[in-house]
């Protein structure tokens, strides 16, 4: 069996079945073998900031790491430093300062899914790796994201283009004292105008301005937003990523992988992995307990991996197997699966 190499590879999954550790992985085992790899988490846990030994500092910084005289650069997502690199890179330093852009792109902020794609997209364009590895935050919650990016498109394509055709026809002035509220007020619907009515009593005035001129700022470099989300037509295709959903023999819980698969049906073609992770058929098949509970145990262990197993192979077109680790050491885990993800070939 063997996998074929491609510029994205994508690890989701729901909690804590092993998705970081397996990215890292497999990350490694590609830069063993000669590939530039970038590792980007964006799992604001950050796990990885401590499998990999990263300092504080590092956090939104590509980093070099090297594990095991593997070397690799390794990228803990930061909106606000995404926000920064794109307001040196499109010479827009408003974005990194507007203020309302500063709560947006918080790690909990509600833009942290499109800055990953407009991150991933900009380390893409840089040409110094042959695969990206991203490693996804738990649940379905990033995938909806990606179902729901032709929304988020439409917005930029119409609504934005709408507002600031009009804003631009009133003033080339961008950034002054400009764009009062009246302006505001005849150009959008009654619902956003009754927002900003309220916010206007309940901030101060300078709020609106900075809320104007954020949506501005946007707009202004939306040609990277739109730049990041068209990232999707990658993500969605056989020739350039890998998907793989993660899923856990301790969580047991196959349904809870379907369910996953489901929620993306547009974005993970039909050439993705299942991947079963602390599987334990191994070790189990080395036991040979004498104790009759011992004896019960054991098959009831086997029966449910079997079974398990059964409805992942009949639900995905390819699963694979990975041990569970004996150690509780997280950096030994990382070992083992590097040597697992050998052992299927880089390609
Ligand atoms: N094959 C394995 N054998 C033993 N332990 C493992 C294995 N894979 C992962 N682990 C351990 O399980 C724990 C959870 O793993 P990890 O953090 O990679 O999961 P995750 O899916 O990224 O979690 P989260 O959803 O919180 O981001 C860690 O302690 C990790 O070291
Ligand atoms: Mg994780």
Redesign the pocket.
């Known amino acids: 069996m063997s996998i074929i190499t491609k510029s994205f590879e994508v690890f989701c999954?729901t909690?804590?079945?092993?998705?970081?550790?397996?990215a890292t992985s497999r990350a490694l085992a590609q830069a063993s073998n000669g590939l530039r790899v970038l590792l980007i988490t964006i799992?604001p846990?950050r796990?990885l900031k401590d499998l990999l030994g990263l300092q504080g500092d590092a956090i939104g910084v590509v980093t070099e790491v090297e594990v095991n005289n593997i070397k690799l650069d390794a990228l803990l997502m930061s909106p606000e430093k995404t926000i920064q690199r794109m307001a040196k890179k499109n010479n827009t330093p408003d974005l990194a300062t507007n203020r309302i852009i500063k709560i947006l792109s918080r790690p909990y902020g509600g833009m942290n899914e499109i800055l990953s794609l407009v991150e991933v997209q900009m380390q893409f364009d840089s040409g110094k790796y042959d695969v990206i590895v991203l490693?996804t935050?738990?649940g379905a919650h990033f995938l909806d994201f990606l179902e729901g990016l032709g929304k988020i498109k439409s917005f930029f394509d119409q609504s934005f283009i709408e507002l600031f055709n009009y804003f631009g026809s009133k003033t080339a002035n961008a950034g002054k004292k400009v764009f009062g509220f009246g302006i505001i007020n005849r150009v959008i619907s009654s619902g956003v105008k009754k927002l900003l009515g309220y916010l206007q009593n309940v901030t101060d005035a300078n709020f609106i301005e900075d809320f104007i001129r954020a949506v501005q700022v946007i707009y202004q470099s939306k040609d990277a937003f739109l730049k990041g989300l068209s990232l999707q037509d990658r993500l969605k295709s056989k020739s350039e990523c890998n998907w793989f959903l993660?899923t856990s023999v301790e969580q047991g819980k196959a349904q809870e992988a379907i369910e996953m698969k489901a929620h993306a049906t547009h974005f993970i073609h039909q050439d993705h992995f299942l991947v079963l992770?602390?599987c334990l058929e191994q070790e189990m098949s080395e036991w040979n307990p004498e104790q009759k509970n011992l004896k019960a145990l054991k098959a009831s262990l086997d029966g449910r991996e079997k079974e398990l197993k059964k409805i992942l192979k009949s639900s995905f077109p390819v699963v694979l197997e990975?041990?569970?680790?004996m150690s509780l050491d997280?950096v030994e885990?990382v070992n083992n699966?590097t040597n697992k993800w050998k052992s299927y070939a880089v390609l």
């Open positions: 999954g909690g804590g079945v092993g998705k970081t550790t397996l799992d846990a796990r490693d935050p738990p993660v992770n602390k990975f041990p569970e680790v997280p885990h699966l």
